[in-house]
């Protein structure tokens, strides 16, 4: 049985299951609130996967600061922890 998280995180098996995988609080909050998240998933392709480009512009969308002097790696780590 999943802790309760309080009524800021909506699926709280799911929330624990992010943060057993390594997500920030914040980002496994944003998963567990969204809606239909429980049918999606699976689908992206690996950080390792994609090229700079694409990381550079899920992080300007994201909003990460400083991403335009990051390399591949750095770019990668800033959105799995964001």
């Given at each position: 049985m999943a802790k309760n998280h309080g009524p800021q995180v909506k699926d709280d098996e799911q929330y624990e299951a992010l943060r057993?995988?390594?997500y920030s609080k914040e980002?496994?909050?944003?998963i567990a609130n969204s809606k239909g998240a429980e049918q999606r998933g699976g689908e992206a392709k690996?950080?390792?996967?994609?090229?700079k480009k694409s990381l550079y512009?899920?992080?300007?969308?994201v909003g990460?600061?400083?991403?335009?002097?990051?390399?591949?790696?750095?770019?990668?780590?800033?959105?799995?922890?964001?």
């Open positions: 057993d995988k390594g980002k496994s909050a944003r690996q950080y390792e996967d994609r090229t512009d899920e992080a300007k969308k990460i600061e400083g991403r335009s002097k990051m390399t591949k790696a750095e770019l990668a780590k800033a959105l799995r922890n964001n």
